[in-house]
């Protein structure tokens, strides 16, 4: 990535910073503030609902109970238990005895009501009135429910009589039996009969609509359903309040990612810079991880490891800057100083050694054309050394471009350089995407080295991996090894190379030279500094 491209980049990074947090928090805020108050106006819905079914229930009550007296519907018997039923329900008012839309007898006493015309009559035969003309009033408050010859009465405010803690909230019940357009059969402000329509098949469902945040809920006793209607302004409120701490927190969120993501963008443009720098003034050196066999200790090859000493003194690891190489386009020319580090401290080394191998790290960039094929040539060549003598590592990661790493790959394992696939297990291919690639090694990864003994979830997954690379045919090579018990337990699995601080760690050209000289290839020393 150009210095430019991190500033577009970057300038995206921070605009996206600003602008998303604080959208984000909106939304959420809008969303808590929507959840709270269905919760609430369910709640009403529910209460309302539940008032009204037990109304109904106490009136079908006290009607079945009339309807058992045999000894006529105003007998004195009758109108004793009138009273009884008036007495101990909580919701009828009266209870009486109906002929032709009038109220012979009741427990109010024997005087004559009419109860004005019939509001409606239900599919299972109940008449409800709802404007019976009490002593002055024509209007009054009462609802009549029929059945048959008896009539319960109640008043109309009281399945309607919830408390609710926001002013302007609208009640009502609408029976299903009526016209979709029809009215409610009893409400307290405003109420629209056709908000049932979007219950469908559920038994309760919220939804803003007119200015209101409505909730229905359908009785699973009465073909009734409870309606209640928050004013909308309110669940504005609700939301303003909530935004008002969410939105300034997750500007703040938003302003420190946005300085993160400037200062991010200077130090990889820095680093960048730094690192052609670094490659002009020759900061770069390799350092040699022996590859041990493990059966026999022998060591049988190295590691080339890169490593960049600033002049400053301090020592960068690959783990940052080939990251930064890679993202900044500088990875090709660092691969050229690995193969020019190499031709400088190999010499006629492999001449000499004709059995030992280098290995070394190539990445996705490298495997996009077939100049590292002529670059290894070239290499072989100043060396003298056999394509045998040469292992590239290449992760995971950089074969997800199969289409143009694969006739690379092959180009280089028709030359007889032997190609080992490296993190294993830790990036993203499939077997049969692998099973697509000629490898000849597996390197499995140190984080799951280290598991082994241990009661990690992933412990296991070594043995799998083993169990692949056997399918394949592939030779294996475990990194990371610590301990004596790890190195025995992959010798017992089969596993024949590894590379680990239990052998030995990263160590100059000279230190490698010297400790075979020293001990043969069988060195078992722990070399010094991993520089
Ligand atoms: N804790 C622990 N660590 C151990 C042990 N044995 C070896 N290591 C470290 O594990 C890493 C092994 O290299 P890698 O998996 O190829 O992983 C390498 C490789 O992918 C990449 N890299 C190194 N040199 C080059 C290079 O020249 N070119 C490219 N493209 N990548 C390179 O950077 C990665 C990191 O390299 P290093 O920092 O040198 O880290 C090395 C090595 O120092 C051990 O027993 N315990």
């Not at 909106?26 to 009204?52: I, M």
């Not at 509001?119 to 109940?126: C, E, I, L, N």
């Not at 402000?189 to 309760?204: I, K, P, S, Y």
């Not at 000279?510 to 069988?522: D, F, I, P, Q, R």
């Amino acid at each position: 990535m150009e210095k430019r491209l991190v500033f577009a980049v970057a300038v995206v990074g921070v605009v996206l910073a600003i602008i998303v947090p604080p959208w984000l928090a909106w939304n959420e805020a809008q969303r808590q503030a929507y959840q709270t108050e269905s919760t609430l106006a369910l709640g009403y819905a529910k209460d309302v609902l539940r008032r009204l079914d037990e109304t109904g229930g106490q009136s079908l009550q006290g009607i079945e109970r009339l309807e058992r007296i045999g000894s006529g519907p105003c007998s004195p018997e009758a109108q004793a238990l009138m009273r009884q039923i008036d007495l101990t329900s909580t919701y009828i008012q009266a209870i009486g005895h109906i002929s032709n839309g009038t109220l012979i007898c009741s427990s109010m006493g024997y005087a004559p009501v009419s109860l004005g015309a019939q509001a409606f009559r239900s599919s299972t035969g109940v008449i409800l009135y709802t404007a019976i003309p009490i002593g002055d009033s024509i209007m009054s408050r009462l609802v009549g429910f029929q059945r048959g010859k008896f009539v319960a009465l109640f008043h109309r405010d009281l399945p309607l009589d919830t408390w609710t803690a926001v002013p302007g909230v609208s009640l009502g019940v609408v029976h299903l039996d009526l016209p979709v357009t029809g009215d409610p059969i009893i409400h307290r402000g405003h109420v629209d009969g056709r908000w049932r329509l979007r219950l469908e098949r559920r038994f309760d469902t919220t939804f803003v609509a007119d200015g209101y945040l409505v909730a229905v809920v359908r009785s699973r006793r009465f073909p009734i359903v409870g309606i209640a209607a928050v004013p909308e302004i309110h669940l504005s409120h609700q939301t303003m309040n909530l935004a008002k701490r969410l939105v300034p927190a997750s500007m703040l969120a938003g302003l420190a990612l946005a300085v993160a993501i400037v200062l991010l963008a200077r130090r990889q443009v820095s680093l960048a810079n730094s690192l052609r720098q670094g490659l002009r003034h020759h900061e770069f050196f390799l350092a040699y991880q022996p590859v041990v066999e493990l059966t026999s200790g022998r060591w049988v090859g190295v590691e080339a490891l890169l490593r960049w000493r600033r002049p400053t003194g301090e020592l960068i690891g690959p783990d940052v800057f080939i990251a930064v190489a890679e993202q900044t386009g500088t990875i090709n020319r660092l691969t050229e100083r690995v193969l020019e580090l190499l031709q400088h401290d190999l010499g006629d080394f492999l001449v000499h050694h004709p059995e030992f191998h280098i290995a070394l790290n190539l990445s996705a960039h490298d495997l996009t054309c077939d100049n590292i094929v002529r670059m290894l040539e070239r290499l072989l060549m100043e060396t003298g050394a056999k394509p045998a003598n040469l292992i590239v590592e290449v992760t995971e990661r950089a074969l997800l471009d199969l289409a143009s790493a694969g006739p690379v790959l092959a180009a280089l394992r028709a030359r007889g350089i032997e190609v080992a696939i490296d993190d294993f297990g830790t990036g993203y291919s499939s077997l049969s995407y692998l099973e697509s690639l000629e490898l000849d090694f597996l390197k499995i990864d140190r984080c799951f080295i280290e598991t082994i003994g241990t009661r990690a979830p992933t412990s296991q997954v070594v043995q799998h991996i083993i169990a692949i690379a056997r399918t394949m045919g592939l030779r294996m090579v475990a990194e990371g090894v610590e301990t004596e018990a790890q190195a025995r337990y992959l010798a017992e699995h089969g596993v024949q190379y590894a590379q680990g601080w239990l052998f030995a760690k990263a160590m100059s050209f000279k230190e490698l030279v010297s400790a075979l000289n020293e001990h043969g290839s069988t060195v078992n020393v722990t070399a010094t500094n991993d520089r």
